[in-house]
């Protein structure tokens, strides 16, 4: 288990860089949600391929499988006093990495179909582009965090019941959660979404470090019991 605990810890400060790499390099290095015209999107794509093939894999990939190692830890971790909220937790997480690991791939397959296809029709290519980004923002959530806002709420509400974690914590993953769920309604995802993503980034990077912080206590606590009992003996 406090392996686990461990690979949960890193999982966890990993999707916060991750997560904040991407706003970075999609909205102030390539600004690319200011760009509406489908022409210039899919230019700056096939222009940027390999930034946006590399921040495609970090974001949405590599994050996807690092979510499937923290919603096990938080599982071991929590289960014994939240079972059923716990199971559906952990079934909603495994649901959300599997939805971003498919958008990652989508997005990243699509960009590989539409370069070649862009100089010699760059018409078509932003056509092509718009239904591949259709599916990739589909799955990837982009029209509301309700997974990963169900996710977040469901542990932080059975983090409440067990104890087993900062009180302060599982109240910002409240509102978190709270916010992602609420993004799904039309009018205010655009604005709610970010404010998701930044909140869970600050809760990611707090749940790493307790995560790290209780493997290091487990760790050592077997030498703190045998040096006991060389005491008692």
Same mark, same amino acid.
């Given at each position: !288990?406090?392996?686990? +605990? ?5 999982? &966890? ?25 489908? %022409? +210039?999107? #899919? ?5 940027? +391929?390999?930034? #946006? ?5 970090? !974001? ?20 014994? @006093?939240?079972?059923?909220? !716990?199971?559906? =937790?952990? %079934?909603?997480? *495994?649901?959300? %990495?599997?939805?971003?690991? %498919?958008? $990652? !791939?989508? &997005?990243?397959?699509?960009? &590989?179909?539409? &370069? ?6 760059? =018409? /078509? ?18 029209? @509301? ?29 409240? $509102?978190? @959660? =709270?916010?992602?769920? *609420? ?13 998701? @993503? ?9 749940? $790493? ?6 493997? /290091? ?17």
């Amino acid at each position: !288990m406090k392996t686990l +605990q461990k690979f949960g810890g890193f999982a &966890a400060l990993y999707m916060a860089v991750a997560h904040l790499m991407g706003i970075v390099i999609f909205l102030v290095v390539l600004d690319y949600l200011s760009i509406t015209d489908p %022409a +210039q999107k #899919v230019a700056l794509t096939v222009n940027n +391929q390999v930034i #946006v093939f590399a921040t495609n894999l970090l !974001m949405y990939v590599f994050f996807g499988f690092a979510l499937i190692v923290l919603s096990l830890a938080l599982y071991e971790r929590l289960k014994s @006093g939240a079972p059923t909220l !716990m199971q559906v =937790a952990t %079934a909603v997480g *495994i649901t959300w %990495a599997g939805s971003l690991i %498919a958008s $990652g !791939m989508v &997005a990243n397959a699509g960009l &590989a179909a539409i &370069a070649p296809l862009y100089p010699q029709d760059p =018409a /078509q290519a932003a056509l092509t582009w718009q239904g591949i980004e259709t599916v990739a923002n589909g799955l990837g959530n982009a029209n @509301g965090e309700i997974l990963g806002g169900v996710w977040v709420l469901l542990l932080s509400l059975a983090a409440l019941r067990t104890g087993e974690l900062s009180r302060s914590l599982n109240i910002i993953g409240l $509102g978190v @959660g =709270a916010v992602g769920i *609420i993004s799904l309604i039309p009018g205010l995802t655009d604005s709610l979404i970010g404010v998701f @993503g930044l909140g869970q980034i600050l809760w990611l990077i707090w749940l $790493g470090i307790v995560l790290l912080r209780s493997h /290091q206590s487990i760790s050592r606590r077997p030498l703190n019991l045998a040096v006991e009992g060389q005491g008692l003996s």
